[in-house]
């Protein structure tokens, strides 16, 4: 099955603890991107991988690390979580070139809370 | 900077209805605008997409007006259904591609028996 998985689902942490949202698709994506959700605020790019090694800033990305080592996974960093990094995380991943459809497929997302 | 702003917020429709979510955008290099469907606890996915060349694209009871000159467009869902009941987001890139999507707010419609 076509996926897009993440882990951990949900997480409490507490400010300061580093910690890593792992994302892994199994569909040969080139692209794959990380967003937060907040209420009001719709999605939000953190960081994009338009392929391995190569990784870019996006809207919101004070505050977060990314690698793209392999082509199937893009890990998402917290290296000091703090409060407002409460949010709801998704990972996303799509084909870009002539492969391309236009589509973006999400994980289910990672609810993260810090305390 | 909201790139692509989207109304209403929330959205209540009796089923049978059409509902109606509107996005505005300003960047006029935009060329790629999908609309993506979030239901609880699951991640967004793309709805319709449609590209600037046409002004209208229907699939089912979704259709897409595209607007160039006013850099508007909208979602009309025609005899809402229950099941229709999620949050939309629209989306705006002007990679032509899925890369480097600028999303709206969200709008949650709950449609009503």
């Known amino acids: 099955e076509a996926q897009v998985t993440q882990n951990p689902r949900y997480l409490i942490t507490v400010t300061g603890k580093k910690l890593t949202v792992t994302c892994s698709q199994n569909?040969?994506?080139?692209?794959m991107s990380w967003y937060r959700q907040d209420p009001g605020l719709g999605l939000r790019q953190i960081y994009y991988?338009?392929?391995?090694?190569?990784?870019d800033k996006g809207d919101v990305p004070e505050g977060y690390k990314v690698s793209r080592k392999e082509k199937r996974n893009f890990p998402l960093i917290l290296e000091s979580p703090s409060p407002n990094q409460t949010s709801l995380y998704f990972c996303?991943?799509?084909?870009?070139?002539?492969?391309?459809?236009?589509?973006?497929?999400f994980g289910e997302g990672s609810r993260l809370t810090v305390l | 900077q909201q790139q692509v702003k989207q109304s209403p917020q929330s959205l209540i429709v009796q089923k049978g209805g059409i509902s109606i979510i509107n996005c505005a955008y300003e960047?006029?290099?935009?060329?790629?605008f999908p609309w993506y469907q979030q239901f609880p606890g699951k991640g967004p996915a793309l709805l319709i997409a449609?590209?600037?060349?046409?002004s209208e694209k229907k699939e089912g009871r979704f259709t897409i007006s595209f607007n160039k000159s006013a850099k508007q467009f909208s979602l009309h869902i025609m005899d809402s259904q229950p099941g229709d009941s999620a949050t939309y987001f629209c989306?705006?890139?002007?990679?032509?591609?899925?890369?480097?999507?600028?999303f709206g707010t969200g709008t949650r419609l709950q449609v009503t028996l």
């Open positions: 960047n006029t290099a935009f060329d790629y």
């Open positions: 569909m040969n994506h080139e692209y």
């Open positions: 996303a991943s799509s084909f870009v070139g002539r492969t391309n459809t236009g589509e973006l497929f």
């Open positions: 991988s338009m392929n391995v090694e190569v990784t």
């Open positions: 449609i590209r600037p060349d046409v």
């Open positions: 989306a705006a890139t002007y990679t032509g591609t899925a890369s480097k999507l600028t």
